[in-house]
């Protein structure tokens, strides 16, 4: 009797007791292939939760949410993380493929030494569009003024989306009036602003996701959005044998670049788990899938040989030495900063 | 007979813009199209793959659970709030127990996130829904049980008492069997609003504990799949089941509703 | 019941004896309660909208930053919150009239049948309402998609409309089916019109069904969120989109919560409003209620 009872537990202890790792992801960021690559390799299970933008991550962890291992927050949200002591400090013993990521991609402004955060992957905010169309019409496509200016805007009434996120819409605002993307004066908001307004008119939508599509079938010409979004788009149109061709650049007055880190959260109940995972990412097979599949640039130099030819020599998606003087990270706002671009963000979508 | 008939006319619009809808849901429950916009072939293809994931069954599981926990304390609790408002001239207690049936979903969501957040420091999660659920529910079941109790002839309560039944032997003797299909009532009431809720659970769940209805909105938010039209059509079986059944055993259910 | 028997017989006696002790036996555990999970929590609303946002979220420490009125102020500053609280009055007006318009028709017709008809026809206003709320929505997601009409003020009007249709139809009919057909006959009998009878004798009548209907759904809309943020556009933003957004994306709380206290605010005004028409009608005209 005793003796059974025993081996319940046991079988218990082998079925029940199963490694979880739990991981608060960007939707679509991580292949289901190199998901399941990984789920075989370290015989555990991969559990995934998704969002949408850094606001809304680092909202809902105020708001109470637990039991993640790890999270891939863009810099400015490390920052924020850090500050907040949210984090667990990575153990780079545990990390043999460290060496992979490029120096320049090393040490960011916003984890020196990178003692909690390991880059995973970037992408830069810019422009796609239908390059056949818009060479049709005579109009330029390296500049922000396409989805800024009236005189532009005209030939393009109701085919031009944009980002719906507060953030991402001011930063292109902010740099085609010439400021910096992480600026803070209140008086270059209100111009921004201002911007804005004089040009919703001609837009079709504020959307997320839905460009990618509607780039790929033709009903939008021009989308502000990511990078590998567009990738996407392009693929798509080129799949479906479209009569014209998705292309996307960095305008000149400079972009947003965005650069997702893995972080272990301080409440991790397996570190050891998520460190096997950020170390079996950071193997060059695996880290070009993000590129590959995902079209999203690559900080590690081990992946390169990995990526195909047609991403890896994608400026927009691989920025040269060149491009990248052009962007910058974000960086998060202080309350009241953050009070004041909410009524912003209201106005612009009301008024 | 003009009239009567512009009547039925109207009431038969009124009820068709009611069901319609429904109707196009469970009809494309069963189209073989991923693209949910024409009738292309019938298929249960969407059902299958409705009952092989394990995120949706996961949160089904706590739906239930929370629905027959959080209905349960609040049926005990709501009992007591109906009898002591029918017995008794209270101030209190009538404000606590309707002030959250009346208010908007959202103002008790947000109160309580804060409280449980920045009072408590409570993780969010199992218990801060299911307290949340049982806040919402009391009135219900309070309201319908005094109902039930007006509805009585007091004289039977002072009969039993001048035989000399205790107090609580007239409870449970007397009242508890008369007023059993009001509780009955109530706790289906409270059960089904607790399963159907979204508000109130949307801003006190926080991330990793998910219900059938948060996980049907995200699924709504990401895409629009037949999924959903296959996991509404389930859904509406069952509550209709629920229905059937409340209305044989607690005809209360739905005429003290109104 | 049985397994209490075998207390001890004195024991259950003695705590129930007195009715003041069982008065408090019973109300004090809903109380208690209710006090706890509901009145505090509000309390602390109000309080809450008087501290300053913590540097990442959530309220700064009371001791560092004290209290104030910045977040009202930040709030009187731009008309545009204002805007929105009217916008939300708006909807919450329009919705209200067309489900009148559509839920009288029902209610009469219920009220005026064979009383054996009547609980089904009930049954079936209420059946759709049995389904889950967002599955009502996303079954407009359905059928407004293809005819290009999502995600505008009118898709969300109509989701408001069909969400709360039955808040209409109940009140109305518990009113119409008290009312006497013996007057209705008299104005027949008078040369009294189909219309005129409707105008000057069952209209009137069911204002108090009318004026409780009203508030039952109108209140639930001002706070709304889930309706405009599925079927709504960009610009379609309510009272309650706001409030979510100050918790769940801006991390503002105590913006959050002076927010919704105007909408509190708002909400008892239209509760008073109703209570006080509901029953200046029901004096008037003695009709049930």
Redesign the interface.
């Known amino acids: 009797m005793k003796g059974l009872a025993l081996l319940l537990l046991m079988l218990c202890s082998l079925a029940c007791a199963e490694d979880v790792l739990y991981l608060y992801n960007w939707n679509n960021y991580i292949s289901e292939q190199t998901a399941a690559r990984f789920e075989a390799w370290c015989r555990c299970k991969l559990k995934q939760d998704y969002y949408s933008d850094n606001e809304e991550m680092l909202a809902k962890l105020e708001a109470g949410a637990t039991g993640y291992d790890l999270l891939v927050p863009t810099g400015n949200a490390v920052e924020t993380l850090i500050r907040k002591k949210e984090l667990r400090p990575i153990d780079p013993k545990q990390l043999p493929h460290f060496g992979n990521l490029h120096p320049a991609y090393r040490d960011a402004w916003y984890d020196s030494g990178n003692r909690y955060s390991v880059p995973y992957a970037y992408t830069v905010t810019l422009l796609g569009y239908n390059a056949t169309r818009l060479k049709e019409l005579g109009l330029p496509t390296d500049t922000w003024a396409l989805i800024f200016e009236p005189a532009y805007l005209k030939k393009l009434k109701g085919k031009v989306t944009v980002l719906n996120s507060q953030r991402e819409l001011m930063a292109a605002a902010l740099l085609y009036l010439g400021h910096p993307a992480q600026d803070t004066d209140p008086l270059h908001w209100q111009a921004a602003r201002d911007l804005i307004l004089r040009a919703k008119p001609y837009w079709a939508a504020f959307s997320n996701s839905t460009y990618i599509k509607d780039l790929a079938i033709g009903n939008i010409w021009v989308a502000h959005g990511y990078s590998n979004d567009m990738f996407r788009a392009r693929e798509d149109a080129k799949a479906a044998h479209r009569p014209f061709s998705v292309e996307f650049r960095i305008p000149k007055e400079g972009a947003v670049l965005a650069v997702d880190n893995f972080v272990i959260h301080k409440a991790s109940r397996r570190p050891d788990l998520a460190h096997r995972f950020i170390d079996f990412m950071l193997s060059g097979e695996n880290a070009a899938d993000v590129s590959n599949l995902i079209g999203a640039g690559n900080p590690n130099q081990a992946a390169l040989p990995h990526i195909r030819p047609e991403v890896a020599g994608e400026t927009a998606i691989f920025p040269n030495a060149a491009d990248r003087q052009r962007l910058s990270m974000l960086r998060d706002l202080e309350p009241a900063q953050r009070r004041l671009m909410s009524r912003i963000w209201t106005e612009i979508k009301v008024r | 007979m003009k009239r009567g008939f512009l009547l039925w006319c109207a009431a038969l619009a009124t009820y068709a813009f009611l069901y319609l809808p429904l109707a196009v849901v469970v009809l494309f429950s069963f189209n073989d199209s991923e693209l949910n916009a024409a009738w292309v072939g019938f298929t249960t293809h969407w059902y299958s793959r409705l009952l092989a994931d394990e995120v949706l069954l996961q949160a089904a599981g706590n739906s239930l659970l929370i629905a027959l926990v959080s209905s349960s304390i609040a049926t005990v609790l709501g009992t007591m709030a109906g009898i002591a408002m029918h017995r008794w001239r209270l101030r209190l207690l009538p404000f606590l127990v309707l002030t959250p049936v009346a208010m908007p979903e959202i103002l008790l969501g947000v109160s309580l996130l804060l409280f449980f957040r920045q009072v408590l420091d409570l993780t969010l999660g199992l218990f801060s829904i299911l307290v949340a659920h049982i806040t919402f529910s009391i009135g219900f079941v309070a309201i319908i049980v005094r109902a039930r109790l007006a509805g009585m002839d007091e004289s039977i309560f002072e009969a039993a008492r001048d035989l000399g039944a205790s107090p609580w032997r007239t409870f449970t003797r007397i009242t508890l069997p008369l007023i059993l299909p009001g509780i009955v009532a109530g706790y289906l009431m409270a059960f089904t609003l607790s399963i159907d809720d979204f508000v109130i659970t949307f801003f006190v769940a926080g991330v990793g504990m998910s219900t059938l209805p948060l996980q049907i909105y995200s699924m709504i938010k990401v895409a629009v799949t037949p999924e959903i039209n296959a996991i509404s059509t389930l859904l509406m079986g069952l509550t209709l089941t629920l229905i059937g059944l409340a209305s044989r055993f607690a005809p209360e259910l739905w005429r003290s509703k109104s | ?1 049985r397994a ?1 028997s075998f207390w001890p017989k004195g024991f ?2 003695c705590f ?2 007195g ?1 003041r002790l ?2 408090w036996l ?2 004090l ?3 208690l ?3 706890i ?6 309390l ?2 109000v309080a ?1 909208s008087f501290r ?9 420490p009371l001791a560092e930053r004290g209290l104030t009125l910045e977040a009202y102020r ?1 709030l009187a500053e ?1 008309i ?2 204002l ?2 609280l009217a916008k939300s009055f708006l909807v919450a007006g329009l919705t209200t009239l067309f489900c009148l318009l ?2 009288f ?2 209610a ?2 219920i009220a ?1 049948s064979p009383k054996r008809q009547r ?1 089904f026809l ?7 309402f ?14 407004l ?2 005819m290009n009409l999502l ?1 505008s003020p009118v898709a969300v009007i109509l989701g408001m409309v ?1 969400v709360h ?1 039955p808040f209409m139809v ?2 109305l ?2 009113n119409l089916e008290k009312h006497d057909p013996a007057l209705l006959e008299a104005a027949q009998d008078l040369g009294a019109g ?1 219309w005129t009878r409707f105008w000057r004798i069952t209209f009137p009548l069911s204002l108090p069904g009318v004026f409780s209907g009203a508030a039952l759904v109108f ?2 809309v ?5 309706v405009p943020e ?1 079927l709504g ?3 379609d ?1 309510l009272i ?1 989109n ?12 105590p ?3 002076s927010l ?1 206290l105007g ?2 605010a708002a ?1 008892l005004g239209v ?1 008073a409003l109703s209570a006080v028409l509901t029953r200046r009608r029901t004096g008037k005209l003695g009709a049930g209620t």
């Open positions: 019941m209490f259950l006696q129930l004896k009715d069982t008065r019973v109300t555990p809903p109380s309660f209710l006090v999970f509901f009145l505090l929590p509000s602390i609303m809450a300053e946002p913590g540097e990442f979220g959530g309220l700064a930040f731009d545009i919150y805007w929105i559509l839920a028709p029902v009469l017709l005026r609980d009930v049954l079936l206003v209420i059946l759709p049995a389904s889950n709320f967002l599955i009502r929505i996303y079954a407009w997601i359905m059928i998609g293809p995600y069909y249709l109940l009140p009919y518990t189909a209140i639930p001002l706070g709304m969120f889930a599925l556009g960009t610009g933003i309650g706001l409030i979510k957004e100050q918790f769940l994306d801006n991390r503002d709380w913006l959050g919560a919704s909408l509190t909400v509760a």
